[in-house]
């Protein structure tokens, strides 16, 4: 059972990228499941999720009008559509899935944690 996070990049300001969340082993429709991002010398921040069954979304207030989390239940997936790319958005994205239906923004509360991708902001 794992995730894999891919789709990241370097782009320049106001650009756009896709995130995908991809799991092997589990059906990522039963779970909440949220991003986070680290950038060089910071903790790890919550930005985004997406809960089960009702699927309610929630962002970071930074990435809010940005950033739209979706699944696509189909292909198993989690996507992170983000718009309007700043340099400050410039982190290892990381996805995550909580055995929850429901989602949190804390670290802890997710129990299954993919490998990053990493997205560069820059001109």
């Known amino acids: 059972v794992q995730l894999q996070a891919s789709g990241g990049g370097s782009v320049q300001p106001g650009g756009s990228l896709r995130l995908s969340c991809a799991a092997s082993?589990?059906?990522?429709?039963?779970?909440?499941i949220g991003w986070f991002r680290q950038a060089p010398g910071k903790e790890r921040e919550w930005v985004s999720c997406?809960?089960?069954?009702?699927?309610?979304?929630y962002y970071q207030d930074s990435v809010q009008g940005r950033f739209t989390i979706s699944r696509d239940n189909a292909k198993n997936t989690v996507n992170l559509q983000m718009n309007g790319l700043k340099p400050e958005d410039t982190a290892v994205y990381y996805c995550a899935l909580s055995n929850s239906r429901g989602c949190f923004r804390d670290y802890g509360s997710f129990d299954l944690w993919g490998q990053g991708t990493l997205v560069t902001v820059s001109s």
């Open positions: 997406i809960s089960s069954g009702d699927i309610k979304t």
């Open positions: 082993g589990l059906t990522l429709s039963y779970y909440a």
